[in-house]
C-alpha cells in the first residue's frame, strides 16, 4: 500500500504539493469505484484508475529505445538534445528517474536501454556479468586480416589505460565493415579499439544486440516498453 499523493509524484502526473488539485481535476477511483480525494490515502497501486486509465507503469519502466544520431545520454540539456527528450513528459518526471544503462556516443546510435529500475543498471553494465553488446562499425580503411585475432586476445590495450580490453568478438563485413562484440563498456571503446589495433577511424557506428535483445527493425528515434522479468535471473535451484 502506498500513500496516493507519493504514489502520483512517483509517477510524474503531479507533484506531492499538486496532488490535491489533481485529485479535484481528474476522476481517481480506488479498487471499488469510489473516487478519491484525499492525498494521505494509502492505496493499492494496481487496483487505482485515473479517468479511466490504469496507473501508468507502476511497477517499473524497462525500455528498449533506437537511439538517433545527434543525441546525447545525458539528463544535461546544455550538452544538445537528450535521449530522454525522446519520451513522454510524464515519464521525464518520474522519480525513481529513468536513466540509460550505460551510454552511446553522441555519433552512435542504435539499441538504447532505459529503465527507473537502479539494481538493474548495475548489474547490466558491471564487467562482471560479461554483459555482450555487438556493435556495427564502418571505419576510414581496409582492415587488416589479423585485426579479429587482435581483438580476441584480451591484450589489447587502449591509450592511457594500464587494463588490456576483454577478448571482443570480431565478424567482417566487408573490407572497411564489421561487427565487433564486447562483454564491458569503456568510454569511446570501439572507436579505440579499432584505432589501437587496426589504425582506423571509425566512421559509422550502430548497437544492434544488447544481451538477448535485438534492435531489429525499429526506426530511430522510437522506444519499445520490455518486461520487466526480461534479465530476471533464474531462481536458484533447490
Ligand atoms: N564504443 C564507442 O566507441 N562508442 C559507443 O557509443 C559505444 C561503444
New binding site residues.
Given amino acids: 500500500m502506498r500513500r496516493l499523493d507519493q504514489l502520483l509524484a512517483n509517477l510524474g502526473y503531479c507533484s506531492r504539493r499538486e496532488a490535491r488539485d489533481f485529485l479535484r481535476a481528474h476522476e481517481v477511483c480506488g479498487g471499488d469505484g469510489t473516487r478519491l480525494t484525499q492525498p494521505a490515502l494509502k492505496v493499492d497501486p494496481a487496483s487505482i484508475r485515473i479517468d479511466g486509465e490504469p496507473l501508468d507503469h507502476p511497477d517499473g519502466l524497462l525500455l528498449l529505445l533506437h537511439k538517433p544520431l545527434g543525441v546525447v545520454c545525458s539528463h544535461d540539456r546544455s550538452e544538445g538534445p537528450t535521449v530522454y527528450d525522446l519520451l513522454p513528459p510524464r515519464w521525464q518526471q518520474r522519480n525513481p528517474g529513468i536513466t540509460s544503462v550505460g551510454?552511446?556516443?553522441k555519433d552512435?546510435s542504435g539499441l538504447l536501454l532505459l529503465t527507473d529500475q537502479t539494481a538493474l543498471v548495475h548489474r547490466l553494465t558491471s564487467p562482471r556479468h560479461h554483459v555482450e553488446k555487438r556493435?556495427r562499425a564502418t571505419v576510414d580503411r581496409d582492415l587488416p586480416p589479423e585485426i579479429g585475432a587482435v581483438f580476441a586476445t584480451g591484450e589489447l590495450r587502449l591509450d592511457g589505460e594500464d587494463a588490456p580490453c576483454l577478448p571482443a568478438r570480431y565478424e567482417a563485413l566487408g573490407p572497411r565493415e564489421a561487427f565487433l562484440t564486447l562483454t564491458e563498456?569503456r568510454y569511446?571503446?570501439?572507436?579505440?579499439m579499432f584505432a589501437a589495433a587496426g589504425g582506423a577511424t571509425?566512421l559509422t557506428?550502430l548497437?544492434d544486440r544488447f544481451g538477448p535483445l535485438e534492435l531489429g527493425s525499429l526506426p530511430a528515434g522510437e522506444w519499445r516498453i520490455l518486461s520487466l522479468d526480461t534479465f530476471r535471473e533464474p531462481a536458484p535451484r533447490s
Avoid: A, I, K, S
Avoid at 569511446?188 to 579505440?192: P, S, Y
Fill in positions: 551510454r552511446l556516443d552512435t556493435y563498456g569511446h571503446q570501439v572507436r579505440r571509425v557506428l548497437r
